[in-house]
């Protein structure tokens, strides 16, 4: 037996294995917790249990006798973690005395990976009649017995002493909750005042949370006007980062760069353009160096030129160079325009050259000086008028061309008539410019003021300038005020409104819309022309009615300085007063005053 409780102790095998190995050795018994409950049956058990087979507590399945010392054996093997065997018992089943009597023999063992022991208990014959009418071995039960009670009784001593032990615990721990419920109760007090707290901080973070949002607002805001500068924007720029990796560019840019979606994040080094420009990627390493603005000319596959600005993309927050934007203006007509100024220039140069080679011995007096502006000053004149009537045929030429391209459906023809015009368009100004300043500085400009009806006047101007306007571009006009008529004189006003509805036309983007308004009140009549355009920049706003001065943002956008400075001498002339408010990439507005009642 010793033999086969070393088996099962050590054995690692589940349950159902176990009871395998059993049955197979011949074995019979039962397998129990230490309360004696069943917990598996091997072998034909019928021969020693009560045939109850919803009833699993061993003591049940016994009679009361012999129940009361497997009991009582069972509590030893528990304490002594030792095997117990009874021998030679009768169960008297059913008031019969057996005719063979039993060996039981009750084991301690461990199930491998459990905390608590198991009991094996089995049972086994002994092959010889008897005819007594009491358990055998009765002196070994009653010694079990009496060891069962001894150890129970010790058993209530130690729960009696632990009782009182717990008991004083008990009391202790009142003491101590009583305690506890006072800390507890303070510390529900200190508790409520922390929510107080956190109430207050939950508001501030509220607060914050609002102004979080509202900044997010107006990040948004000013990232949609972004987009839509880009969007607006028919020149090509592009946004290159200190990696030189491409971060964002304008529609504009697709016609001067091979670009799509995808090359957003790519190195621009990587990207094929169609411009002949070898020097673009160390312009754009240089200008992150040191900060300078490099403009170069370039030409394209197309023989287009173009006028290519690099500058520094600069954080307002750190004032440190972040990347590079690059700008492409194409400047083929400013070109071919300036190549026929140079000529025309370079006429006038040998005409003044000669002139003051022949009037050079003179030079030093005030008479000859005299002279010489006088003559310069006819020149002037005669050159204007010289210039206007070989540049009115060539419009006229030019108009005619466009008709016969239009019988014949000729498109490149056509094209190319319309530059022409447009460039006598330029010329043309520019000589109306040069006449007027020179009108204005020999003094003989003397206006005439008379009442005109101002609405008539400047709906006249609106409907001839919208014909000048750009795709999708409007002129907005419209009249507030007491009554329509007030004092000007309207060959210098109309100059001068022209001159400022053109400026808006120029700076300002396709699919824009230009307002024009006229206002009459008791003491004042006022005219507002205002535009959202490239807006101009603050440090040239000081100089931007001197003669021949142009802002540093105007590019290569045609024009000669001369506008602004004849508008404002104009003003004055009629006896009012021009002044202007304007904000980069904002927008322009000048505003003209003027005295309802005129001094005679």
Known sequence: MQDEKIAITKYKGSIDEQTAVLEAAGLIGVSTDQHLTVLKAFGDTAAFLKNDNFNFQLTELLNEEVAAIVKAAAHQAL???????LNNFNLHRDGLLDKNSVNITINPFFITGSKERQLLILFSSNKRKTKINALSDSSNSDHL?????????????????NLETAYELVNSSNENVQSFNEELQSANEEMQSSNEELQSV??????????????????????????????????????VDQNMMLKRYSPGAIKHINLRASDIGRPLAHI?????FETLIEDIRQVMKDGKIITREAESSEGKIYQVMTMPYIRNNTGETDGAIVSFYEITELKNLLSALDISNKSLTDSVA????????????????????????????????????PLTSIQLSASLIGKLAIEFDNPMLKKYTETIKNAVKNLTNILNDFLSLELLETGKIKPILIQLDVVKFSEEITEDMQSLAKTQQSIVYHHTGNGRIATFNPSLLKNSLINLISNAIKYSGPDSSIEFYTKITKDNFTIVVKDNGIGIPKKDQIHLFQAFFRAHNTGNIPGTGLGLNIVGRYTTLMNGKIKFKSKENIGTSFTLTFPIKQVK
């Open 145 to 161: 017995s009496l060891k069962y009670l001894d150890s129970l009784e010790q058993e209530l001593v130690k729960a009696k002493i």
């Open 79 to 85: 304490k002594s973690n030792e095997k117990v065997s």
């Open 354 to 389: 000669a002139i003051e080679i022949s009037r050079g011995q003179l030079s030093e007096s005030l008479d000859k000086e005299k002279q010489l502006n006088i003559l310069k000053t006819r020149f002037v004149s005669m050159a204007s008028h010289e210039f206007k009537t």
């Open 272 to 276: 094929t353009t169609n411009i002949k």
């Open 202 to 239: 939950n508001e501030e973070l509220q607060t914050i949370n609002q102004e979080q949002k509202d900044t997010n607002d107006e990040l948004m805001e000013s990232n949609d006007d972004l987009n839509n500068y880009f969007r607006s924007n028919t020149n090509g720029q592009l946004f």
